[in-house]
């Protein structure tokens, strides 16, 4: 079974890269523009990245977002947004939008929930209807958003899973795979895959089996062979040993296609996105810098800054001086405490804007140092001096140095 007319929804297009290790850079052609690569997509759960707007947003440089197709199924509706023009148009956002399925927020938010071969079951976490979410209604719905990135539904197993449980999750994953190629050929056939005036949207699968390197692969080799214009590694960050996470990672990408984008789910810590891209992975999304950022806590070339801490109160020093956003280049560490301990919601939207602005920033000297070939060198000095960073904050934590007044 093959999607050779969905992969007409997007061109991927390799630029470079990079010698001894297997990051690369490229561009992403999709239905409301052109996302260069490797990726960060800033989380808007709801058609929102908290405290930012969208201008702010294309400002730092954001040229994709990931909105939640669990949460815009219950509110306020798939239906309601497409009588509305759409996702983008709902939200002002002119640039590309990747919908995660749902799946993983089914499983992670709900404590009633029922799995079997049709699909998922479940109690709205806002009123408690019963409410049921298959491979079909999770691309419809996603179809009715707009979003210019589909994801098909998965099953996300916790870590540790027995081995039965993970091959489980893995045959289910593949089974509903199968049935989304067929209900995509029927609404295309239907004329609803791609409204009038606008491109469809691709559709990436998603690769699961933990940590078990021979599943993983396995999952892959039968993903690719339903020839979807892109692919995922879901499952993976839940707990395991980052060893494991990585080994997996590069295990799978030894069998997905070299000219089809690769998304890694839900990874966001700096140190572990640049490890990432040096294995060859595309796109990546995390609440990790927004939701931080909201509670005090920045990220910089030297890990991470809780600036709430009474070691800033006197600081004038900027949050990164290395940075160029608006908040580090007119506002002082001393000045950001003080609108939090002030409960000014100023502070959360600046913290959050330089976190954004520091993770675009770093994608695009990771594309850079790709493209010139010095990726190798370029990641080796940043995670030296992450790792060093974060070490002096762990001995200043340690030695008492932050705790607050």
């Avoid at 994709?64 to 947004?81: F, Q, S």
């Avoid at 289910?172 to 029927?186: E, F, I």
């Avoid at 950022?293 to 009474?310: D, E, L, S």
């Avoid at 990771?366 to 000095?381: H, L, P, Y």
Wanted: glycine share 10%; net charge positive.
């Amino acid at each position: 079974m093959a999607n050779r007319d969905l992969n007409r929804a997007l061109r991927f297009t390799l630029r470079g890269t990079a010698a001894a290790v297997s990051a690369r850079s490229g561009v992403l052609d999709l239905a409301h523009g052109r996302v260069a690569t490797p990726a960060f997509m800033p989380v808007g759960t709801q058609g929102t990245v908290k405290t930012m707007t969208p201008r702010e947003l294309e400002e730092a440089g954001v040229e994709i977002l990931l909105a939640n197709t669990y949460h815009l199924l219950l509110r306020p509706g798939p239906e309601r947004v497409a009588r509305l023009g759409g996702l983008h148009r709902f939200m002002g956002w002119p640039r590309p939008i990747l919908t995660d399925s749902g799946g993983y927020q089914v499983l992670s938010l709900t404590d009633r929930v029922g799995i079997t071969d049709e699909g998922v079951r479940f109690r709205s976490h806002l009123d408690g209807a019963l409410v049921e979410l298959t491979p079909e209604r999770a691309l419809d719905v996603q179809i009715a958003l707009g979003s210019d990135v589909m994801m098909l539904l998965d099953v996300c197993p916790p870590y540790p899973s027995s081995p039965p449980a993970l091959r489980a999750a893995v045959h289910r994953t593949q089974a509903w795979a199968v049935r989304s190629a067929a209900h995509l050929g029927a609404v295309r056939e239907e004329g609803r895959l791609t409204p009038a005036g606008r491109r469809p949207g691709a559709v990436f699968a998603i690769v699961q089996g933990g940590v078990d390197l021979d599943l993983r692969q396995a999952a892959a080799r039968d993903l690719t062979a339903l020839d979807y214009p892109g692919y995922a590694l879901g499952g993976l960050m839940v707990g395991e040993p980052k060893t494991a996470t990585f080994a997996a990672v590069a295990a799978v990408n030894e069998v997905l296609p070299v000219d089809r984008p690769r998304y890694l789910m839900g990874v966001g810590a700096p140190d572990d996105i640049v490890r990432a891209v040096g294995a060859g992975v595309d796109l990546f999304d995390c609440v990790l810098p927004t939701r931080n950022a909201r509670n005090g806590t920045v990220f910089t070339r030297r890990g991470k800054i809780v600036i709430k801490n009474a070691a800033w109160k006197d600081d004038p020093r900027p949050i990164d001086e290395r940075c160029r956003c608006y908040a580090c280049a007119n506002f002082s560490r001393a000045y950001l405490r003080h609108l939090f301990h002030s409960g000014e919601i100023l502070g959360p939207r600046l913290a959050t804007l330089h976190s954004v602005s520091f993770y675009l920033a770093m994608m695009a000297e990771m594309r850079e140092s790709i493209g010139d070939g010095t990726f190798a060198r370029w990641s080796a000095d940043f995670l030296a001096e992450y790792a060093a960073g974060e070490a002096e904050r762990r001995e200043r934590l340690a030695a008492g140095r932050t705790a607050e007044p």
